[in-house]
Nanobody, 121 residues
């Protein structure tokens, strides 16, 4: 499975962006997550969705602002980001097939190139 995140860009605080993650292989049986890495910081969990799409989990910092969804037929996972803040700035990565204790665990088998999100104040 190869993953490619796209849709990043430059936006002012309070704005919105929609990130997409396209998979080259089958991901219908895998959980998929978004992580981000801000400059000079560790990789941080953002959101995840189980393979069936009925269960999602979010980092406290993005709850109520971000929404993760998936379309297994299209092999696509999206992250709708609203009310963006400067602290949301970073490179966003999508990852598939959780190997850890829970969906927030930074242990996924597949990941790809990220997309840069820059939020200005």
């Amino acid at each position: 499975v190869q993953l490619q995140a796209f849709g990043g860009g430059f936006v002012q605080a309070g704005g919105s962006l929609r990130l997409s993650c396209a998979a080259s292989g089958r991901i219908s049986g895998y959980s998929v997550a978004w992580f981000r890495r801000a400059p000079g910081k560790e990789r941080e969990f953002v959101a995840a969705i189980k393979w069936g799409g009925g269960s999602t989990v979010y980092a406290d910092s993005v709850k109520g602002r971000f929404t993760i969804s998936r379309d297994n037929a299209k092999r696509m996972v999206t992250l709708q980001m609203n009310s963006l803040k400067p602290e949301d700035t970073g490179v966003y990565y999508c990852e598939a097939q959780n190997l850890g204790a829970n969906l927030m665990s930074p242990s996924y088998r597949y990941w790809g190139r990220g997309t840069l999100v820059t939020v200005s104040s």
